[in-house]
T-cell receptor
Framework: AAGVIQSPRHLIKEKRETATLKCYPI?????VYWYQQGPGQDPQFLIS???????DKGSIPDRFSAQQFSDYHSELNMSSLELGDSALYFC??????????????FGPGTRLTVL | AQTVTQSQPEMSVQEAETVTLSCTYD???????LFWYKQPPSRQMILVIR??????QNATENRFSVNFQKAAKSFSLKISDSQLGDTAMYFC??????????????????FGQGTTLQVKP
């Protein structure tokens, strides 16, 4: 079965640089989520998109932005990177059925290291 | 606001034995989902099991089962016949249940702090 695809899997950036993370959800899933997981921490919700519109926003810094495109893939743009942005970034997708929202399935994550 | 608490940072179990991981949560919602996700050393987040709050029957998936106590807001995971491959971090997670599209049902997950499970040979 198709899974959530994230690219790149690893990314190394310098402070103050910009990074773009990409996510390709499971086909026919209508919602994409982004989470940030710091070392030894639980994943923290950043932002979500339902049918290409932003649907919810969590603890996402103003330096970060995201969007979902017409083909449902999503990109997380991170500018003015700081050392504290080093983390594992997950994308997850799900869909809203007639009986409710189905579980989220996670991609493998992008490991971002800021030097 | 919802919160999820896992009070056991680390646990260990002998191979083939049974272990129970605890999770409590706080919410004013009446309808919601609860999940257990597994994160092995590869860091992949894998869905283990889910429970709808309106269902009284506890969910079961092969060797994994839950004990859902709605009144006590408790949601524990039991792993039977533990295997070495069960070694991982386990996260309990909460999600609101709203069935109407466009009604604000974003489905974001709120995670507990995680429990590291070590299965010993």
């Amino acid at each position: 079965a198709a899974g959530v695809i994230q690219s790149p899997r690893h990314l190394i950036k310098e402070k103050r640089e910009t990074a773009t993370l990409k996510c390709y959800p499971i086909p026919r899933h209508d919602t994409v989520y982004w989470y940030q997981q710091g070392p030894g921490q639980d994943p923290q919700f950043l932002i979500s998109f339902y049918e290409k519109m932003q649907s919810d926003k969590g603890s996402i810094p103003d330096r970060f932005s995201a969007q979902q495109f017409s083909d449902y893939h999503s990109e997380l743009n991170m500018s003015s990177l700081e050392l504290g942005d080093s983390a594992l970034y997950f994308c997850a997708s799900s869909f809203l059925g007639t009986s409710g929202r189905f579980p989220q399935y996670f991609g493998p994550g992008t490991r971002l290291t800021v030097l | 606001a919802q919160t999820v608490t896992q009070s056991q940072p680390e646990m260990s179990v002998q191979e083939a034995e049974t272990v129970t991981l605890s999770c409590t949560y706080d919410t004013s919602e009446n309808n919601y989902y609860l999940f257990w996700y597994k994160q092995p050393p590869s860091r992949q987040m894998i869905l283990v099991i889910r429970q709808e709050a309106y269902k009284q029957q506890n969910a079961t998936e092969n060797r994994f089962s839950v004990n859902f106590q709605k009144a006590a807001k408790s949601f524990s995971l039991k792993i039977s016949d533990s295997q070495l491959g069960d070694t991982a971090m386990y996260f309990c997670a909460f999600m609101k249940h709203l069935s109407l599209a466009g009604s604000g049902n974003t489905g974001k997950l709120i995670f507990g702090q995680g429990t590291t499970l070590q299965v010993k040979p």
